[in-house]
């Protein structure tokens, strides 16, 4: 699966006690892959 994420989306993730924690961890197996713009990563 693609996704994206706005930059503050992505930093949300990140944190071991987020919520959205699941998403960071879909990432980091392969699950699902992120889609990001040089306008993304310059945010």
Do not use: Q, W
Request: net charge negative; charged share 20%; aromatic share 10%.
């Amino acid at each position: 699966m693609k996704i994206v994420l706005d930059t503050n989306c992505f930093i949300s993730c990140i944190g071991k006690l987020s919520p959205y924690r699941n998403v960071f961890d879909a990432f980091l197996t392969g699950d699902i892959s992120l889609c990001i713009s040089t306008e993304i990563l310059l945010e």
